[in-house]
């Protein structure tokens, strides 16, 4: 069993969010390590830039949060998949036809869901409706 997570979902783990509870919560109850790629890494260390950005966090703040976030990979929280990033693409693009359509979804959304597929992972945590709609679709034990 191995579980991957949509990167807002990781975000609340850091930043205090609606949904930080619940992400806690949803991140306690995989076994370590949760999969995450580039891409997430991308999203989580623009995320905490954009709390700056918005008041949210000062830039001393933004820069202990990403130091939390690279504590917790290299204590094996998380691991860091190299993905084969044009397959991940590929695969992007007919999970857009299948469900962009009818669910809404983003194109990010869809690059970790697709990233999903690519590393062969079971689960998939997520709070976003669409997100989890096609997740869901494309097989994956979507949670919390």
């Not at 509870?21 to 580039?38: G, K």
């Not at 036809?97 to 992972?121: C, F, P, Y």
């Not at 096609?134 to 034990?141: P, R």
């Amino acid at each position: 069993m191995s579980a991957t997570a949509d990167s807002s979902l990781i975000v609340a783990l850091y930043l205090a969010e609606a949904d930080s509870v619940r992400a806690d919560a949803a991140c306690a109850s995989m076994p370590p390590p949760i999969l995450l790629t580039d891409w997430h890494r991308v999203e989580i260390a623009n995320a905490f830039q954009r709390a700056v950005k918005n008041g949210r966090v000062t830039a001393a703040q933004a820069a202990q949060l990403w130091q939390d976030f690279t504590a917790d990979v290299a204590a094996g929280r998380f691991q860091i998949i190299a993905v084969d990033h044009a397959a991940v693409l590929t695969r992007t693009l007919t999970l857009t036809q299948k469900h962009t359509a009818t669910t809404g979804t983003r194109s990010l959304d869809l690059i970790h869901i697709a990233s999903a597929l690519e590393m062969n992972a079971s689960d998939f945590l997520s709070f976003d409706n669409r997100q989890r709609q096609a997740a869901n679709a494309e097989g994956l034990n979507v949670m919390p």
